[in-house]
């Protein structure tokens, strides 16, 4: 047979549509021989990969689960540790104030060059609050300034003054509103508690919350820190956590409150000074805001604020 005559019999058998189904069948059996080996081993690796996932989701379970009892425990410890420490403050605040109960600041007094303190102090005090008996020497156990002397001298330094007994003590500071009764021309004096530093903050803090209109007043009495509310029942306070808790609510017609003024730089502003107040009972403030100052906007703007004080219930703008 011609090659040619072989091609063309070639070609018509291939055509035939029982060789082709034939031929497929063949490659078809063919590529299923190839390819079950691998879905069988991805099968085998899926199976692993699960197993293996399971297995470390379960461990990761296990050490989150110890971390959180671990962490649970330190929180503990560390709750009773602050607890510990707030106590342990607590202690070496009240021994600290205990050795100041036998003194006294006293605030007003100019400041002299090479002055006797307990001589100022003896003066001072039998002058102005006229006491009967008079402080004597023997009573004063140490006098001294308080705080490094500033270099311009502006400011006059506290005077602390330490008594022998407290018997002593309380004398003097009882007849405290001596130093500056009305017949009294010069500076006003004042004699305060020498309380230690963290009662002293507490202490303004809920003096604070009195400018507010929070509590009705707040004081210390030997020490002792304590507070009125304002259903005037008295209570006393350790910490800003026992002041707050019984500390009313700021009231919306009572609020007052501050106004700032936060300005860009490319923020231009024209103060109106004529046009500002400052009174006892509220401040005024009044600005304007050229064309194109803020934003490229078309039109200039003037703006006024007002302050008023805490508890200030009056109508300011009709009073003034």
């Known amino acids: ?185 010069d500076a006003r004096l004042f004699l305060n508690k020498d309380l230690t530093k963290r009662r002293s903050e507490l202490l303004w803090s809920a003096r604070k919350l009195k400018k507010e209109g929070r509590i009705r007043d707040a004081w210390s009495s030997d020490g002792k820190l304590l507070l009125k509310t304002m259903n005037n029942v008295i209570h006393p306070f350790r910490s800003i956590e026992e002041i707050m808790l019984r500390a009313s609510p700021l009231s919306e017609k009572t609020r007052g409150g501050g106004v700032s003024i936060f300005i860009r730089d490319n923020l231009r502003i024209l103060e109106h000074p004529e046009l500002s107040v400052c009174h006892d009972s509220f401040e005024s403030i009044f600005v304007e805001l050229p064309k194109g100052s803020l934003l490229n906007y078309k039109k200039a703007l003037f703006i006024g604020v007002v302050y008023r004080l805490p508890r200030y219930n009056h109508d300011a703008f009709n009073n003034y």
Request: aromatic share 4%; proline share 4%; charged share 30%.
């Open 1 to 185: 047979m011609e090659p040619k005559d072989f091609s063309r019999a070639l070609l018509a058998s291939i055509k035939s549509e029982n060789v082709m189904q034939e031929m497929m069948s063949v490659a078809i059996r063919a590529i299923s021989t190839d390819i079950a080996p691998i879905f069988e081993k991805m099968e085998s690796l899926r199976r692993d990969i699960n197993c293996l996932v399971t297995t470390e989701i379960a461990d990761f379970k296990t050490k989150i689960s110890d971390l959180s009892k671990v962490i649970k425990q330190k929180d503990e410890r560390i709750s009773s540790m602050e607890h510990r420490v707030a106590s342990l403050e607590s202690a070496v605040d009240d021994h600290e104030l205990y050795s100041r109960r036998n003194s006294l600041r006293l605030s007003g007094i100019a400041e002299l060059p090479n002055e006797d303190p307990a001589d100022v102090v003896l003066t001072t005090l039998n002058t102005r609050m006229k006491l009967d008996p008079p402080l004597m020497a023997s009573e004063l156990d140490r006098t001294h300034r308080l705080c490094p002397k500033t270099k311009d001298g502006g400011k006059h330094r506290l005077l602390l003054i330490k008594f022998t007994t407290y018997r002593s003590r309380k004398r003097i500071f009882t007849q405290k509103k001596q130093l500056w009764s009305e017949d009294q021309s």
